[in-house]
Every structure is written in C-alpha cells, then in structure tokens.
C-alpha cells in the first residue's frame, strides 16, 4: 500500500498565496493522474483540479480558474497546488488524490487518498 501526505496548509490572509505539496510513496507516482479536492465545513467535498500522469493536461474547475495552479515533479513523486489570490471561500481542508482513469474530475475517479492539510483564508 502506498501513502499519499498533502503539506503546506495553514492560515493565510485574503489575496495572499500559499503552494500545497503532496508526495506519493509506494507506487509508480508517474504513472498516475493525480487530482485536488477539498472540503469545507458542512459542504461536500469538491474537485479543484487535476493533471494527468504526463502534466500536459491539468483541468480546473471555474472556481479557482486563472488563480490555482497544479504541477508535478515525478522525479520528487510529488504533485503541487499553487493557490493565488485567496479568499475566505477557500478555506477548506485540501486533499491530493490519485488514479489511473483519464479525464478525472469525480471522488469516484479517484483510488487513492491523502489525509487533507487544512487552509484557513481570513479576511
């Protein structure tokens, strides 16, 4: 069994940035699509984007399009999420996930998970 360990969250103030890291152990990380998702209190959980297992292909969703960025080094095993110009709306737990189905955008799309670093946005 491999692990997925999303770092990197914490408190942020509004239009600040913060870039969330998620490495992968245990598996051939560069074979696999990895996606975002995150959750707020009391709300499902909801996809914030995805890139595919040769990075040319990430997606976004319209509410953190133009501000949320994802790469992957798979050399590090590790995919990134770049968050700019956040806002209370973003505060959530996030959480990195991985599969080897192609497009992605569905929780169950997903195979693997990690357990979410949290991302307070105060205003």
């Known amino acids: 069994q491999g692990q997925l360990v999303e770092s990197g969250g914490g408190l942020v103030q509004a239009g600040g940035s913060l870039r969330l890291s998620c490495v992968a152990s245990?598996?051939?990380?560069?074979?696999?699509?990895m996606g975002w998702f995150r959750q707020a209190p009391g709300r499902e959980r909801e996809f914030v984007g995805a890139?595919?297992?040769?990075?040319?292909?990430?997606s976004y969703p319209d509410s953190v399009k133009g501000r949320f960025t994802i790469s992957r080094d798979n050399a590090k095993s590790t995919v990134y999420l770049e968050m700019n110009s956040l806002n209370t709306g973003d505060t959530a737990v996030y959480h990195c996930?991985?599969?080897?189905?192609?497009?992605?955008?569905?929780?169950?799309?997903?195979?693997?998970w990690g357990q979410g670093t949290q991302v307070t946005v105060s205003s």
């Open positions: 890139i595919s297992w040769r990075g040319i292909s990430p």
């Open positions: 996930a991985a599969t080897q189905t192609w497009p992605a955008t569905r929780i169950s799309d997903y195979n693997y």
């Open positions: 245990g598996r051939a990380f560069s074979s696999l699509n």
